[in-house]
Nanobody, 125 residues
């Protein structure tokens, strides 16, 4: 199983932007689903966006559609999440996840079997 390492979290004011990155190393499979999830204390982990690495099919949660963009850089072996127009409700720990699925890629936590350690995003109003 490979390793996932997130980066790019931080503090930003409402209306601002951040870009999260997830470096994937030593992955055995060439095509699989990758996704971003987020979680705040006391709540369930929420799927934010997913993408199939061997294609361009993406899926977004309603709460972020139009503001967040998931993308991958296969040359650099990274997954990115561009987050625009951030608001306080976007504050959470963000996790990168992967699964050697042929797709379609979901936003269900149980469908992913590899997780990073998370990166914290704080949006102040």
């Amino acid at each position: 199983q490979g390793e996932l390492v997130e980066s790019g979290g931080g503090s930003v004011q409402a209306g601002g932007s951040l870009r999260l990155s997830c470096a994937r190393a030593h992955y055995r499979y060439t095509s699989y689903c990758m996704a971003w999830f987020r979680q705040v204390p006391g709540k369930e982990r929420e799927g934010v966006a997913s993408v199939f690495t061997n294609g361009e099919t993406t899926r977004y949660a309603d709460s972020v559609r139009g503001r967040f963009t998931i993308s991958q850089d296969n040359a650099k072996n990274t997954l990115n999440l561009r987050m625009n127009s951030l608001n306080a409700e976007d504050s959470a720990m963000y996790y990168c996840a992967a699964d050697e699925s042929p797709g379609p890629c979901t936003l269900r936590e149980d469908d992913y079997n590899a997780w990073g350690q998370g990166t914290l995003v704080t949006v102040s109003s």
